[in-house]
């Protein structure tokens, strides 16, 4: 599984349709095997990554938005609807998502993780109570605001950016 998961997770980096979708299926077909639970976050977020063009951002939309049922909150799903949105045109909807992305990463630096994708915890095979209990224990350490700071500023930059950019270029429609 590790290994299918490696090819989706690089076919999304090389933006290699086909690589993403071959691999999706596979672990589609063999997930149920082994969990009982057909339901694979991560599959589901590069195939939406693979679909944000100008011509296949529905599909990518609707992939996401199945995520975000599942694992709200999330900025990196949350920042991607966004992008999906700019696709289609609706700059307004697409700056309220990035707007959701920003308060929803105040929310997931207390994670006991910087995951970059969906968290699988909150799926149906997720240990949603360890993942409860670190997140608990993560509000009372005073160091916890540090722990991958860079990264979580870094993504706090890039969604500034689209949604100034959004803002600038489109101001006639705000």
Do not use: C, H
Request: aromatic share 14%; glycine share 4%.
């Amino acid at each position: 599984m590790s290994r299918l998961n490696w090819m989706a997770k690089s076919g999304a980096e090389i933006n290699d349709a086909s690589l993403v979708a071959s691999a999706v299926d596979l672990i589609e077909t063999r997930w149920p095997y082994r969990t009982k639970d057909t339901e694979d976050l991560w599959g589901k977020y590069y195939l939406a990554k693979i679909k944000l063009t100008p011509e296949k951002w529905p599909e990518a939309f609707v992939l996401l938005d199945s995520l975000s049922e599942i694992d709200p909150l999330n900025p990196w799903i949350l920042e991607k609807l966004g992008d999906a949105k700019t696709l289609g045109n609706d700059f307004k909807t697409a700056v309220t998502y990035y707007d959701e992305a920003i308060k929803a990463i105040r929310i997931s630096k207390q994670d006991p993780f910087f995951q970059d994708g969906p968290r699988e915890v909150f799926g149906p095979t997720g240990d949603q109570w360890t993942f409860a209990f670190e997140k608990a224990i993560r509000r009372f350490d005073p160091n916890s605001q540090g722990y991958n700071q860079k990264k979580w500023a870094q993504l706090l930059e890039r969604i500034n950016e689209k949604k100034t950019k959004l803002k600038q270029n489109f101001s006639e429609n705000f």
